[in-house]
């Protein structure tokens, strides 16, 4: 048996089409992100724990995760985060610390590509919860890699021992909010059967409109007023 993991951008349109109508048993990791996976220790999440069971979605628009806002940066090492509230949590679940945001902005007016190659942008890391209070999640484990003050979150991984979504059905992220959501993730034990969709479509950033600037010959390189929604 294998885990699975889902690479796919966190845009206006995530995570588009649908995984076949039957698939082999594995672990299945449906995770609108970019970026580098890191581990809290030694790799002992595997298929994931089963704890929740069986799931089966026979409604769409079924959001399965929980998402709270990192409130203070996360240096490597730490074995805890700070977040805006714990609610939906418990002991033993399984997070995902995902840095969502925080791509430092480019001069005004640069038309230098942006690279997103080894920045914070995307990083990820799996841990497990050991206690927490209203306002932290204890890790069993130290937190391998750094996690910056804004524009991360933390994301509760349900585990499963099989999941089917139905023909009527579909798994979807909650809505980026400019804080938390636009992820979808999740583990399975065995099979992940898929007659209707799991998806991000359209839960990622908030999009902005497009026009068609060449009559200025394209010398206006400045933007001439603030508001445009955030990227990266």
């Known amino acids: ?27 299945l990791l449906c995770a609108a992100l970019l970026g580098p996976v890191a581990m809290a ?17 026979n409604a769409a628009n079924t959001s399965i995760n929980t998402y709270t806002r990192v409130t203070a940066a996360v240096p490597a090492g730490q074995s805890f985060v700070t977040v805006a509230s714990t609610t939906g949590f418990s002991v033993g679940n399984l997070v995902m610390v995902h840095q969502t945001t925080g791509l430092a902005a480019p001069a005004s007016g640069s038309q230098t590509p942006i690279n997103l190659v080894g920045g914070p942008v995307g990083r990820w890391e799996f841990a497990r919860i050991a206690s927490l209070t209203a306002t932290r999640l204890n890790f069993t484990q130290p937190l391998t890699v750094a996690f910056g003050a ?16 139905n023909a009527a059905g579909s798994i ?61």
């Open 150 to 165: 804004t524009g991360t979150q933390a994301i509760r991984v349900p585990e499963y021992t099989s999941v089917t979504v």
């Open 1 to 27: 048996m294998t885990r699975t993991t889902f690479y796919v951008p966190l845009l206006s349109r995530v995570f588009q089409g649908r995984l076949g109508l039957a698939i082999a048993p594995l672990a």
């Open 172 to 232: 979807v992220a909650a809505p980026w909010d400019g804080a938390t959501g636009g992820v979808v993730a999740f583990l399975s034990q065995g099979a992940v059967n898929n007659a209707g969709a799991i998806h991000a479509d359209g839960r990622g950033f908030r999009g902005a409109f497009a026009w068609n600037g060449d009559g200025d010959g394209c010398t206006a390189l400045d933007e001439q007023w603030p508001g445009g929604a955030s990227k990266g």
């Open 41 to 57: 220790a030694v790799d002992n999440v595997g298929l994931g724990s089963g704890a929740v069971g069986a799931l089966t979605i």
